[in-house]
């Protein structure tokens, strides 16, 4: 079978340190922090009071009333940050080609909100009065297929659920679908909208959030001190071309998908395997994927969560496919910036590794302080630098034992 080289040509994302792609790689450029006290309800008598909130966005300002008013934030999310990557590639679809065209877009958790406030209202006025536009709005695939309606896309349309991966595999199984000759163009990624009180309560059971109170050593991955992660929201939507497609209509290119890798630890719900085999197997696949040798591999954009086992077992990770080049290369996590933004993560991270190879940047791992003997590859600490890189990684380990790995290379004309 043929394999077709596909291409990244659009950009869209709404995500804690920015209301658009290129906002939020700016912010990320210049290490600015996206987590602060919670606003989006009265969070005083749970144990959490930090999140990474998308601020500023009035759905208004992007959709009709009416139309925002039938979407979930997280529909909303991701049908704004993909009519951003519509716009960013210059690509409008012909009616003959919305058949080669699809969607994939993973939400983890889906219309969250919707359940509790449908659920205080069911209570209160009795379960057959609540919103007709409940389920609609609320199931974790119709992200996927609003952005479909919005486009006109009528190619597979999909929604992995896989937990902190569901990003990574929405991107990976679309390069995928291109690559194979099953679609020409894909619109991919992943949304999130899950900062509720259920949700924060849900987490905090399981000891999966840090309860500090300063955003500066609440996400603080690899660092000796942290002590789990921050819930973060939002969407980051990717346009996949074949290169032929992209170059037939003159589109700019940000980089080139070349590999990608999924596997399951099938080991824990929630923890990963200590020694990061899973992970690992998902690194090894997709650089195989590739056709290219380890040593090439310059960046990875790491899953990063502030979580002692992931961390440390990512890094066990990195050193079993690297090796001694392990210690060569530069492993950063954006989580520090925005947070763990759930199923949309590997999506925003993606975006964030195509932009790492256009512009030869390295980001930080802010507010880094404290090294940790078990994470002590180059975290890129504090401070994001330049570097030359051709190929770059970025991975995704979800609950569930989900791993998903991208490999991204810089696009030379």
């Keep these: 079978m043929e394999r077709r080289r596909v291409v990244i040509t659009g950009l869209g994302a709404v995500t804690p340190v920015g209301l658009t792609a290129v906002e939020s790689?700016?912010?990320?450029?210049?290490?600015?922090?996206?987590?602060?006290?919670?606003?989006?309800?009265?969070?005083?008598?749970?144990?959490?009071?930090?999140?990474?909130?998308?601020?500023?966005?009035?759905?208004?300002?992007?959709?009709?009333?009416?139309?925002?008013?039938?979407?979930?934030?997280?529909?909303?999310?991701?049908v704004?940050?993909?009519?951003?990557?519509?716009?960013?590639?210059?690509?409008?679809?012909?009616?003959?080609?919305?058949?080669?065209?699809?969607?994939?877009?993973?939400?983890?958790?889906?219309?969250?909100?919707?359940?509790?406030?449908?659920?205080?209202?069911?209570?209160?006025?009795?379960?057959?009065?609540?919103?007709?536009?409940?389920?609609?709005?609320a199931i974790c695939n119709m992200a996927a297929g609003q952005v479909a309606i919005d486009t006109g896309f009528r190619g597979m349309c999909s929604c992995p659920v896989t937990a902190c991966a569901g990003g990574t595999n929405a991107v990976g199984d679309a390069f995928h679908y291109i690559r194979d000759g099953y679609a020409d163009v894909m619109l991919c990624g992943g949304t999130e909208a899950s900062v509720t009180p259920l949700a924060i309560?849900?987490?905090?059971?399981?000891?999966?959030?840090?309860?500090?109170?300063?955003?500066?050593?609440?996400?603080?991955?690899?660092?000796?001190?942290?002590?789990?992660?921050?819930?973060?929201?939002?969407?980051?939507?990717?346009?996949?071309?074949?290169?032929?497609?992209?170059?037939?209509?003159?589109?700019?290119?940000?980089?080139?998908?070349?590999?990608?890798?999924?596997?399951?630890?099938?080991?824990?719900?929630?923890?990963?395997?200590?020694?990061?085999?899973?992970?690992?197997?998902?690194?090894?696949?997709?650089?195989?994927?590739?056709?290219?040798?380890?040593?090439?591999?310059?960046?990875?954009?790491?899953?990063?969560?502030?979580?002692?086992?992931?961390?440390?077992?990512?890094?066990?990770?990195?050193?079993?496919?690297?090796?001694?080049?392990?210690?060569?290369?530069?492993m950063s996590s954006t989580k520090s910036m925005t947070g763990h933004m759930l199923g949309a993560a590997g999506a925003v991270e993606a975006i964030f590794t195509a932009l790492s190879l256009r512009d030869g940047f390295l980001p930080a791992t802010i507010n880094y302080q404290f090294p940790d003997p078990e994470c002590d590859l180059d975290v890129v600490p504090n401070q994001g630098r330049s570097a030359e890189i051709h190929y770059a990684l970025s991975n995704s380990l979800g609950f569930g034992g989900h791993n998903g790995s991208l490999l991204l290379k810089k696009w030379e004309a």
């Design 25 to 78: 790689w700016q912010a990320v450029k210049d290490g600015v922090c996206g987590i602060a006290p919670i606003t989006q309800f009265d969070a005083s008598a749970q144990k959490v009071k930090l999140a990474a909130e998308v601020k500023g966005f009035v759905p208004e300002d992007h959709l009709g009333k009416p139309e925002a008013k039938r979407m979930g934030r997280f529909t909303q999310f991701a």
């Design 80 to 137: 704004v940050s993909a009519r951003e990557a519509m716009a960013d590639a210059g690509f409008v679809m012909g009616e003959e080609e919305a058949d080669r065209c699809g969607v994939i877009v993973s939400s983890g958790i889906g219309g969250l909100s919707i359940t509790e406030s449908e659920h205080d209202r069911g209570l209160a006025r009795g379960w057959d009065r609540v919103s007709p536009f409940y389920i609609p709005t």
């Design 201 to 330: 309560g849900g987490f905090t059971s399981m000891k999966a959030l840090t309860q500090s109170e300063d955003p500066s050593r609440a996400s603080i991955p690899f660092d000796a001190e942290r002590s789990g992660f921050v819930l973060g929201e939002g969407a980051g939507i990717l346009l996949l071309e074949e290169l032929g497609h992209a170059m037939v209509r003159g589109a700019k290119i940000y980089a080139e998908v070349v590999g990608y890798g999924a596997t399951c630890d099938a080991y824990h719900m929630t923890a990963p395997r200590p020694d990061g085999s899973g992970g690992a197997k998902a690194m090894a696949i997709a650089v195989a994927d590739a056709e290219i040798q380890p040593e090439e591999v310059g960046y990875i954009n790491a899953h990063g969560t502030s979580t002692h086992l992931n961390d440390a077992g990512e890094t066990a990770a990195v050193k079993a496919v690297f090796g001694k080049q392990a210690y060569q290369l530069a």
